[in-house]
């Protein structure tokens, strides 16, 4: 059994610690944020957690995750639901008029409602009880230990941490799990390991609040999506646990006025209340905020490399997992389903190979090529899209899914579209096409074709490849069916106002 040293206990460090733990090797999890165990939800909601700041942000859990969770650890996905998670069902989200009787495979269709810090706190008491997992919290790591490694490859190994009290860590194997703000090229270049980085940035800012459902009241009636995209403003509800729920208003980066409105706790409420899909939720005596305008900036999309270009590593016995590997833009909600399934491909990768550092990393890296890059690469397309699109009309995001993740399915619909679009239709060989293509074809097929709907949930769940409607040629040819009748029916309905109406709103 192997000694495994992780930095940071977030979501990917919890997951390593757990599918490692369990499989009986030796874990110790460094955690800088001095954030001792909570006794409840409630109090979690409250844990200082500087070192992952999106924790006070809108979270959504894809079914992906709820799987995995459900077919490898059963025993957490029921504290979940002990600690007051909801289970999502999209099949009975499905639009109003589509026949909900449930096909085979659509159990498989069930997100998890629920805030982070809940998710987080439900994980964190989980590998708690592991008897071979240990938690440090409340100490920082500040370096690695490395050495030349034996072999004649002369590649740096990497054989433990340095605390900032000075102690060190020795493991066999070192993850870093230290999220997207943690400096992994900084502390490997000081061992002289120089890692390969590929960024771009996500556009968006992110400005998120957290109500609470006042005594006796209940979530509004879902009568249309409640999430999507103005082209100015990205929007969604996000259920949580506890009768709790949130809501993101994501502006471009360089739209300073509306940033400047969103950041004003007033001002939320009152651009809330103007866009149906979240009106119900603040308006009368439904709710009441439980914190103030959270706001987070700096989003990207980042990739690192670890392997040489002839596929060999570049350091061993160390490996990066969840942000610390791969971020991708928070508003398509993948990043804590990506960082489980990231601990799961280490976890196999080191059953598979142990402790061949060469072995493992080549076996890691190549599972983390074919599981987590597509989607990296999709949600920089997307991106390099929606910037493209800040003039977009009204919406063009009435996504069939009645869901808190409408927002970024909405977004995240676009990604595969944008593909089929240039593949499939005359109308979208130009990004101008591929949006028109989503807008008149995908979108409203969404909401009538069941075919449609389901191939589209799998794909945002993770359940199918990011390009997996493009590949499936009847689902590409109903989209083309409802695109080409797009002159016969009305022009879709607005989601919520122009920004110009907007502003003059809430001025
Ligand atoms: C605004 C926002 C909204 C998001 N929304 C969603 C969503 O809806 N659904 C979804 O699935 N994902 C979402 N994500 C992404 C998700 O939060 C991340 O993908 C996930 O947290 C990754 O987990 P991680 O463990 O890699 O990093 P983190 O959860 O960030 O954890 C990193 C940990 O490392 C610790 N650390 C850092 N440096 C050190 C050090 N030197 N020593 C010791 N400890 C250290 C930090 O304190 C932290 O606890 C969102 C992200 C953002 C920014």
């Not at 969404?446 to 389901?454: A, E, G």
Request: charged content about 20%.
């Amino acid at each position: 059994m192997a000694k495994i040293a992780v930095l940071g206990a977030g979501v990917a460090g919890l997951g390593v610690a757990l599918a490692a733990g369990r499989a009986g090797h030796e874990v110790v999890l460094i955690e800088r944020d001095d954030t001792p165990l909570a006794v409840s939800p409630a109090e979690a909601f409250d844990w200082d957690r500087q070192g992952a700041p999106q924790v006070r942000h809108s979270h959504a859990f894809l079914a992906r995750l709820r799987n995995l969770l459900r077919d490898r650890y059963p025993d957490v996905l029921e504290a979940l639901y002990t600690a007051g998670a909801t289970p999502m069902d999209f099949i009975s989200m499905l639009p109003e008029g589509m026949d909900r009787t449930p096909l085979p495979g659509d159990e498989d269709l069930v997100a998890i409602a629920c805030r982070r810090t809940t998710f987080e706190w439900v994980l964190r008491k989980t590998i708690l009880n592991e008897p071979s997992v240990k938690l440090v919290h409340g100490m920082g790591v500040t370096g690695l230990q490395t050495n030349q490694a034996s072999d004649r490859t002369g590649v740096a190994q990497v054989t433990g941490l340095t605390l900032e009290d000075g102690t060190v860590v020795q493991a066999d194997i070192t993850v870093i799990a230290g999220g997207r703000r943690h400096d992994l090229p900084g502390l490997l270049s000081a061992s002289g390991v120089a890692i390969r980085e590929t960024i771009e940035d996500t556009g968006i800012v992110y400005f998120s609040r957290f109500f609470q459902l006042r005594k006796g009241a209940e979530f509004p009636a879902q009568t249309g999506p409640i999430g999507g995209d103005l082209g100015y403003l990205k929007f969604g509800v996000f259920p949580g646990d506890n009768r709790s729920f949130s809501i993101t208003l994501a502006a471009g980066v360089t739209d300073r006025e509306l940033r400047r409105q969103l950041t004003d706790p007033d001002q939320f409420i009152t651009i809330a209340a103007q866009i149906p899909a979240t009106a119900a939720h603040v308006e009368g005596d439904r709710s009441e905020t439980i914190t103030g305008v959270n706001i987070m900036a700096g989003l990207l999309n980042r990739r690192r490399g670890f392997l040489d270009e002839s596929g060999e590593p570049l350091v061993l016995g160390l490996h990066a997992v969840g942000d610390a590997h791969t971020c991708t833009n928070p508003l398509y909600g993948r990043g804590c389903s990506l960082a489980l399934v990231q601990a799961e491909l280490f976890a196999d990768s080191l059953k598979e190979h142990g402790l061949n550092h060469r072995d493992r990393s080549v076996a890691f890296e190549g599972a983390t090529r074919d599981e987590i890059t597509p989607w990296y690469r999709a949600s920089v397309a997307q991106d390099r899209l929606n910037a493209d699109s800040t003039t977009v009309q009204n919406g063009t995001a009435d996504a069939a899914t009645s869901t808190a993740d409408a927002a970024t399915s909405t977004s995240g619909a676009a990604t595969s579209t944008a593909d089929a679009a240039t593949s499939t239709a005359d109308a979208a060989t130009s990004t101008s096409g591929a949006r028109e293509f989503m807008r008149d074809g995908l979108l409203p097929a969404m909401r009538t074709d069941p075919v449609v709907v389901r191939a589209f949930l799998r794909m945002f769940n993770l359940l199918e490849a990011p390009n997996s409607l493009m590949t499936n040629s009847d689902v590409v040819a109903r989209v083309l069916t409802v695109f080409n009748d797009r002159e016969n029916r009305p022009a879709e309905v607005s989601m919520g106002p122009d920004r110009a109406l907007l502003l003059e709103a809430i001025s």
